[in-house]
C-alpha cells in the first residue's frame, strides 16, 4: 500500500502549481481523499477534502478559491491544483487516504513559494 506525491517544487507567488497523488496497492474509490499541509514550524493542517463520489468538496479558508480538489478513480490519483500561490502556501504537502477501517498516508512533497 503506498501513495506518492509529485508535482512539487518552487514556484513564484501568483504563479500555479499542480500536486499528483498517486495510489498503489488499494483502490481509492473506496477511500475519502485529502490533502494536508505543514508548514516550517507549525502543525499539520488540512487543506482540502474530496468525498468517494467526488462531490461536496471542502476547503480550508486560507485556500478556498485558490485551490481545486480532483479525483481520477480510474487512474487511482487525486490532484490538488494551486493557484494564486501566496509565500504562506510555503510547506511540505501530504495526501491522504481514509476509509471507516484504513487511514493512509504519503510521505510528502515540499512547495515553496518564492521570488
Known amino acids: 500500500v503506498q501513495l506518492v506525491e509529485s508535482g512539487g517544487g518552487l514556484v513564484q507567488p501568483g504563479g500555479s502549481l499542480r500536486l499528483s497523488c498517486a495510489a498503489s496497492?488499494?483502490?481509492?474509490?473506496?477511500?475519502?481523499m485529502r490533502w494536508y499541509r505543514q508548514p516550517p514550524g507549525k502543525e499539520r493542517e488540512l487543506v482540502a477534502n474530496?468525498?468517494?463520489?467526488?462531490?461536496?468538496?471542502y476547503y480550508g479558508d486560507s485556500v478556498k478559491g485558490r485551490f481545486t480538489i480532483s479525483r481520477d478513480n480510474a487512474k487511482n490519483t487525486v490532484y490538488l491544483q494551486m493557484n494564486s500561490v501566496k509565500p504562506e502556501d510555503t510547506a511540505v504537502y501530504y495526501c491522504?487516504?481514509?476509509?471507516?477501517?484504513?487511514?493512509?498516508w504519503g510521505q510528502g512533497t515540499q512547495v515553496t513559494v518564492s521570488s
Open positions: 491522504n487516504a481514509q476509509s471507516p477501517w484504513d487511514n493512509y
Open positions: 496497492g488499494f483502490t481509492i474509490s473506496s477511500y475519502t
Open positions: 474530496i468525498p468517494r463520489t467526488g462531490g461536496s468538496t
